[in-house]
């Protein structure tokens, strides 16, 4: 599918089906795209496939890269066409588990947010929010949905504002794109349970301000939109590397040893986070998989300026894992130990 395809002219089966053959040719990148045609599937309105789609993910739990996320959109979408049990015995495993990566925390609370369970929805948020921000000095874009998710449910309860929402709020003002609306606009104002009654106004000047801030909210989503995947740098294990280096020398400049790899990467992270880039991320690369690119593009794998290409495609595959890692993960450089203590020592 075109990324410029307008979602109406989609035809979600087909999609999901070409997604599933393309997956069994990448074995590799088979949990990105069966999630992908899980997600087509569902808009399909075949719930039931996108079930057998998750279930097929989950049996081969040891090899997958984020099993919460996939049993999060099991569960959202098992309630969806009348599981309501099974989904909330998956949902109580996902809090339990209490996973580093805010989407799965995202998707359960919403799951119970759009099924009226808001009290529920606003101690899931609150679960993530303190498992992944206490004591982190700027909270990383991927966790702005849970800030965002909770603001919302408790405004819809009524709670007197904290710290969180008064972050959520501050994110929210400072990271909206110059050129849209939102910028105007509080997550106050956003999310105002009142709101809906406005729609139903006879109002104009009550109509105009509700489209005005609709405006702004969709001006939100579509900048979230605009960067479907991080601005990545890529990673070689040591393994990796020399196998590389052994059959292409003339990327030895390139890599003069695995040790100034590993510092490249972070201090290369680093200055694009304090020049302002968002969204960063890393890709790990594989001999065969450079190869197979290289061939791809009618390239020769020792060209340099091929590399950073491979990382992109990497990333726009769904390889990247974000950087830096979330607060008790482990090191990007598989090390073993984490983050805070290896290269996010410094």
Same mark, same amino acid.
């Given at each position: 599918?075109?990324?410029?395809?307008?979602?109406?002219?989609?035809?979600?089966?087909?999609?999901?089906?070409?997604?599933?053959?393309?997956?069994?040719?990448?074995?590799?990148?088979?949990?990105?795209?069966?999630?992908?045609?899980?997600?087509?599937?569902?808009?399909?309105?075949?719930?039931?496939? /996108? $079930?057998?789609?998750?279930?097929?993910?989950?049996? &081969?739990? %040891?090899? !997958?890269?984020? #099993?919460?996320?996939?049993?999060? *959109?099991?569960?959202?979408?098992?309630?969806?066409?009348?599981?309501?049990?099974?989904?909330?015995?998956?949902?109580?495993?996902?809090?339990?588990?209490?996973?580093?990566?805010?989407?799965?925390?995202?998707?359960?609370?919403?799951?119970?947010?759009?099924?009226?369970?808001?009290?529920?929805?606003?101690?899931?948020?609150?679960?993530?929010?303190?498992?992944?921000?206490?004591?982190?000095?700027?909270?990383?874009?991927?966790?702005?949905?849970?800030?965002?998710?909770?603001?919302?449910?408790?405004?819809?309860?009524?709670?007197?504002?904290?710290?969180?929402?008064?972050?959520?709020?501050?994110?929210?003002?400072?990271? /909206? $794109?110059?050129?849209?609306?939102?910028?105007?606009? &509080?997550? %106050?104002? !956003?999310?105002? #349970?009142?709101?809906?009654?406005? *729609?139903?106004?006879?109002?104009?000047?009550?109509?105009?301000?509700?489209?005005?801030?609709?405006?702004?909210?969709?001006?939100?989503?579509?900048?979230?939109?605009?960067?479907?995947?991080?601005?990545?740098?890529?990673?070689?294990?040591?393994?990796?590397?020399?196998?590389?280096?052994?059959?292409?020398?003339?990327?030895?400049?390139?890599?003069?040893?695995?040790?100034?790899?590993?510092?490249?990467?972070?201090?290369?992270?680093?200055?694009?986070?304090?020049?302002?880039?968002?969204?960063?991320?890393?890709?790990?690369?594989?001999?065969?998989?450079?190869?197979?690119?290289?061939?791809?593009?009618?390239?020769?794998?020792?060209?340099?300026?091929?590399?950073?290409?491979?990382?992109?495609?990497?990333?726009?595959?769904?390889?990247?894992?974000?950087?830096?890692?979330?607060?008790?993960?482990?090191?990007?450089?598989?090390?073993?130990?984490?983050?805070?203590?290896?290269?996010?020592?410094?």
């Amino acid at each position: 599918m075109r990324p410029d395809t307008p979602a109406e002219n989609v035809d979600h089966t087909a999609e999901a089906a070409r997604l599933e053959r393309t997956a069994g040719l990448y074995p590799e990148d088979a949990e990105a795209l069966l999630l992908r045609a899980a997600a087509h599937l569902e808009l399909s309105g075949d719930r039931p496939a /996108a $079930s057998t789609l998750y279930d097929r993910l989950l049996s &081969s739990a %040891d090899s !997958l890269e984020n #099993p919460s996320l996939i049993r999060a *959109l099991k569960a959202s979408n098992l309630w969806e066409y009348g599981h309501e049990a099974e989904a909330r015995a998956i949902i109580d495993g996902v809090r339990a588990a209490a996973p580093r990566d805010p989407a799965p925390w995202v998707i359960v609370a919403e799951a119970l947010e759009s099924h009226d369970e808001l009290e529920a929805a606003q101690e899931t948020f609150t679960e993530g929010v303190r498992l992944l921000l206490t004591d982190v000095p700027e909270p990383p874009y991927s966790t702005h949905p849970l800030l965002y998710g909770r603001h919302r449910v408790r405004r819809m309860l009524g709670a007197t504002h904290d710290d969180w929402d008064t972050l959520a709020d501050t994110i929210h003002l400072t990271h /909206a $794109s110059p050129a849209s609306p939102a910028s105007a606009v &509080s997550l %106050d104002e !956003l999310h105002d #349970p009142k709101r809906v009654w406005s *729609l139903g106004s006879n109002n104009p000047a009550e109509l105009e301000a509700e489209i005005s801030r609709l405006r702004a909210e969709l001006g939100a989503y579509r900048e979230a939109l605009s960067r479907p995947f991080p601005v990545a740098v890529l990673h070689w294990p040591a393994a990796e590397l020399s196998e590389l280096l052994e059959a292409y020398p003339t990327l030895a400049d390139e890599y003069p040893s695995h040790d100034a790899h590993l510092s490249t990467i972070e201090a290369s992270l680093r200055e694009l986070a304090t020049s302002g880039t968002p969204n960063l991320g890393i890709v790990t690369g594989t001999v065969p998989s450079y190869e197979a690119f290289a061939a791809s593009e009618g390239a020769s794998p020792g060209e340099v300026s091929l590399l950073p290409q491979y990382a992109t495609t990497l990333a726009a595959r769904g390889r990247a894992v974000e950087w830096p890692p979330q607060r008790g993960a482990g090191c990007w450089c598989g090390s073993g130990r984490g983050y805070g203590v290896c290269h996010g020592a410094e």
